[in-house]
């Protein structure tokens, strides 16, 4: 189930930022903002995570298809050791295997300069920026 969770959540984001990023795409041109769009790209992930925690399988496994979310069931005693291990290694191949057919569906879209595979990346000021406001201090 995690394989086809996780596999399923990375595959709509490829699709998603390819949808709403994409210089040729009919949807970046309606929306030409950027905060508009990210705004979507947001929507968007959060309602494939709900339909993918309230699915048969979410229910099923606790719809914990992120491994830092079993990571913290297994730090609950929720989960098993080997249990956890095991959601984790299902949990990497589908999320192989879901960017992996979007590349496939998507032929060569997702390689995009404006796509880059639905990476979240720095902003224009940098890694350095972005880590010094997680941590609220600034790096030297």
Not at 49 to 58: H, L, N, T, Y
Not at 74 to 100: H, M, N, S
Not at 113 to 131: C, D, E, I, N, Q
Request: charged residues 15%.
């Amino acid at each position: 189930m995690e394989v086809g969770e996780l596999g399923c959540y990375l595959f709509g984001a490829c699709v998603f930022a390819t949808v709403l990023q994409h210089p040729v795409s009919i949807v970046r041109q309606l929306v030409s903002s950027s905060l508009g769009r990210r705004a979507l790209m947001g929507l968007a992930m959060v309602a494939t995570a709900i339909a993918i925690v309230m699915s048969p399988w979410g229910k099923r496994s606790g719809g914990h298809f992120n491994p830092a979310i079993t990571f913290t069931f297994y730090r609950l005693g929720k989960v098993e050791f080997w249990d956890a291990w095991f959601y984790v290694i299902a949990q990497f191949v589908g999320a192989i295997g879901g960017v992996t057919l979007a590349r496939y569906v998507l032929r060569g879209a997702l390689g995009n300069h404006a796509v880059r595979y639905a990476v979240t990346v720095p902003g224009m000021y940098g890694s350095s920026v972005a880590g010094s406001r997680r941590t609220g201090r600034t790096r030297l």
